[in-house]
């Protein structure tokens, strides 16, 4: 996010130009337009997937993120694969990457121009952390939440697990704020200060949920994006302050769970577990929303981020474990699924090994070489 200030002749007076604070509507002299926006930060891929050659420079229409008109490669090497796309504008810098790994992948990038990122994981099948040169961890990303970063110049590393992972990213001119009132950028306060400090030390922002109605934006952002129109340099700028505004929503949101309603993750563990008493299987999560103050949505949040499960994996958790005394009874699996009412036999055997990773039976042998059978 550097500042880059222009000043030109403008009917015989200086006119001095913080790139990115623009209304939609301002009139700018379009001779000599400014240029794009400088890359700040350069992530190393090669010499994991090998240099950029001509027939590995494709687009693919079936991805679920395009960034229309962006330097776009892909890369295969074994199992391994990265789709990356860069679209440089004169006001923002976006990035899009999708990596398939078969194996845990530490990424080096080099911070050229101390800057603030956002960096969204849209997909993934656990974490991502960024860390220093000195192995310390500045943050820890989980899917589909989001955060920014004010990053000085430096060596950092990425550390990305297997699996599909999607990150989209994005650094713009600090202008860009100042077009934005300050209660929509409250959160970044913190990271503006250190930029405009030039601060040694990194800043990061309160994480924060990029879910479905984030996904689908960003989708749009990127199919509209049109290279080299001054409209879509302002069109470009317009969707990032939005970005901005709905990421402070998703942390208001957040905080007034926590703030406004004084429900404890385990008032919400007792609820479910008395439901599933009452119900079993049949016991809706739903049913929470409309006996607490709060939505099943802000629910799941709260009770996550306290207990590390969502609301149904509890209760998938809480009926299976309702299950074992059961089973060392000997009861047999068709009445331990009328009793906690599962439709069939099929759904009991395959949640029991989704929760404990056995079958019934090497749970019943597990059990007994541990002398727990009587």
């Not at 990305?160 to 992972?165: A, D």
């Not at 989704?354 to 541990?370: A, D, F, H, N, P």
Request: glycine share 6%; net charge positive; with cysteine.
């Amino acid at each position: 996010m550097h500042t880059n200030v222009y000043k030109k002749p403008l009917n015989g007076k200086n006119l001095q130009l913080n790139v990115g604070f623009m209304k939609l509507g301002d009139d700018f002299p379009t001779q000599n337009p400014m240029p794009t926006m400088k890359k700040s930060a350069y992530i190393d891929v090669d010499k994991i997937f090998g240099s950029v050659s001509a027939d590995k420079r494709q687009k693919n229409s079936g991805r679920t993120i395009m960034l229309n008109e962006a330097a776009t490669t892909y890369r295969k090497v074994g199992e391994q694969s990265i789709f990356e796309q860069e679209y440089k504008g004169r006001y923002g810098y976006l990035h899009h990457v999708e990596l398939v790994l078969s194996q845990p992948l530490v990424l080096d990038i080099n911070v050229k121009i101390s800057d603030l990122f956002a960096v969204y994981l849209l997909q993934g099948k656990s974490r991502i952390k960024l860390k220093g040169k000195s192995n310390q961890t500045y943050f820890k990303l989980y899917p589909r939440n989001a955060v920014y970063a004010y990053l000085p110049i430096g060596n950092y590393k990425l550390h990305i697990n297997p699996g599909t992972t999607q990150i989209f990213g994005f650094y713009f001119d600090v202008g860009c704020l100042d077009g934005l009132p300050e209660k929509d950028t409250y959160f970044l306060e913190e990271l503006r200060i250190a930029h405009k400090t030039k601060s040694p030390l990194p800043a990061i922002s309160e994480s924060f949920q990029a879910g479905s109605i984030t996904t689908a934006f960003i989708q749009q952002l990127g199919r509209d994006l049109t290279k080299g129109k001054w409209d879509s340099q302002v069109y470009v700028l317009s969707q990032l302050q939005f970005l901005i505004r709905l990421s402070k929503e998703k942390i208001d949101k957040k905080k007034s769970i926590h703030r406004q309603h004084a429900i404890s993750a385990e008032t919400i563990m007792k609820m479910i577990e008395n439901g599933v008493d009452a119900k079993g299987m049949e016991f809706s999560i739903e049913s929470l929303g409309r006996d607490l103050p709060l939505s099943t949505q802000q629910l799941n949040i709260l009770f996550k981020s306290k207990k590390g499960l969502t609301l149904t994996a509890y209760k998938k958790h809480y009926l299976i474990k309702k299950s074992y005394p059961l089973l060392i009874q000997k009861t047999s699996v068709l009445k331990i699924c009328e009793l906690l009412s599962f439709r069939d036999d099929r759904t009991f055997y395959r949640l029991f090994k989704w929760v404990t990773g056995m079958s019934t039976r090497e749970y019943l042998q597990k059990i007994q070489s541990e002398g727990n059978f009587d």
